[in-house]
């Protein structure tokens, strides 16, 4: 988006070097990435960054509130509430997609926000891969707060691992060498040395936990960094296990999967923000709004866009089973503010502000960011098929 270094970019790009950069990335954690990564960064300019920086801190004021975990009760569905919350997530992502404003310039905009790991190792890499292969700025930055590199690192290192050794630590799936997004779980266990584990390969003895590695040995665990959507471990019935997540164990959670619950969609309607859409629950609507055409109606707990229907009707809203569940968000456009060298049709993006709060502190931490590019309706892998200049990349911001 910053138009001088976008045109310096689009004119130094070569296939050779992308192939270069992508060989680099499907080689560096051991195994090739399963998505497509964009062409490019992005690059956010001084004045978009100092809005998203403000929509960033409007929404944290909310959610430090004393009276937000009472609000977000409701959120949890009792069958699937975890025993030992913690006060507050670990890991925080907010997304934002990048608008025109009645101004007419670029406005970050809320599409959503997750109390979930996002792809930490992987966007990690990422950046360094662009710095490497092409030339980006050095004052540009995609890690905040003046940290660097390996601090960040660190960072990681010491809310995930804390006091325990690694390899009682383990990142915990469903069947992670299957996951889409398992290249961020390799990242893990080459940085941190966090053991990556199947949830049917964890044993229970009484309130332990343990895993048998390679060599049968009996490996306690005693901090699970938890990767498990519950959308999916419900579909998952045929998934042999000697733990079901919700008895009590002694091992500590690093990420409490409650707060997936609590910090997502459920929490829009409660966010004031010009950096935040009009946000309703659909039970909590007298009447329909007149200009439908202008909303969006999501399910509150959907994955990857499942479920969200863009041009609604009456008939859409009255069909809803389940209205408690079901946001309607007035709609935002996203502006294609990205120009494209090959082929030169210009690109969306929503940009992922990706946070961390450990236990103690009073307030998440900005590190990190993640953006998708896209030419599609939406931002996804469906609606981009056969596309070039579109899919996973990383922004660097303007100092």
């Known amino acids: 988006m910053d138009p001088l270094l976008r045109k310096r970019y689009n004119a130094a790009f070569t296939q050779e070097k ?14 090739a990435i399963s998505f497509r990564v964009a062409e490019t960064p992005v690059f956010v300019p001084k004045a978009l960054k100092t809005k998203i920086l403000q929509g960033v801190g409007d929404i944290t004021e909310v959610l430090i509130r004393p009276d937000f975990r009472e609000k977000s009760e409701a959120a949890i569905p009792p069958q699937l509430r975890v025993p030992k919350e913690d006060p507050h997530p670990v890991f925080l992502q907010l997304d ?5 404003g009645a101004d007419g310039q670029y406005s ?4 959503e926000l997750q109390g979930f790991p996002s792809l930490y190792f992987y966007q990690h890499l990422l950046a360094q891969g662009y710095r490497k292969h092409f030339d980006i700025p050095a004052d540009y930055h995609h890690l905040f707060g ?8 660190e960072l990681l290192r010491h809310v995930i691992i804390g006091d325990s050794h690694p390899e009682n630590v383990v990142l915990l799936e469903i069947e992670p060498e299957k996951q889409n997004t398992r290249i961020d779980f390799w990242g893990g266990r080459k940085y941190l040395g966090l053991k990556v584990l199947c949830l049917s390969k964890v044993k229970r003895e009484g309130r332990d936990l343990f895993y048998l590695d390679e060599f049968g040995r009996k490996v306690s665990i005693e901090r699970i960094y938890n990767r498990i959507i519950f959308d999916e471990l419900e579909k998952r019935a045929d998934l042999p296990r ?18 997936f619950f609590r910090m997502s969609k459920h929490t829009l309607p409660f966010l004031q923000s010009e950096f935040v859409p009009e946000t309703h ?26 479920g969200v229907k863009v041009n609604i009707t009456r008939e859409d809203l009255e069909s809803v089973d389940d209205p408690g569940n079901f946001i309607l968000q007035r709609k935002v456009e996203y502006v294609a503010a990205i120009e494209t060298a090959t082929p030169n049709e210009p690109a969306k993006c929503e940009i992922r502000m990706m946070m961390l709060w450990d236990k103690g502190w009073e307030r998440p931490l900005l590190v990190n960011n993640l953006v998708r590019m896209s030419k599609g309706e939406m931002v996804g892998v ?12 990383v922004a660097f911001f303007e100092p």
């Open 146 to 153: 003046g940290i660097d590199r390996r601090e960040y690192l």
């Open 281 to 306: 629950f659909v039970s909590a609507l007298k009447t329909w709004p007149a200009d439908l055409e202008n909303w969006v109606l999501k399910p509150l707990f959907s994955f990857s866009g499942q």
């Open 96 to 100: 934002f997609g990048i608008c025109r």
């Open 382 to 393: 469906r609606y981009n098929m056969g596309k070039e200049w579109v899919g996973s990349t």
């Open 242 to 259: 000697e733990w079901d997540m919700f008895t009590e164990v002694n091992a500590e959670w690093v990420g409490h999967p409650n707060w």
């Open 18 to 31: 992308y192939q270069a950069f992508l060989q680099s990335m499907n080689t560096e954690f051991g195994e």
């Open 108 to 111: 970050p905009q809320l599409i």
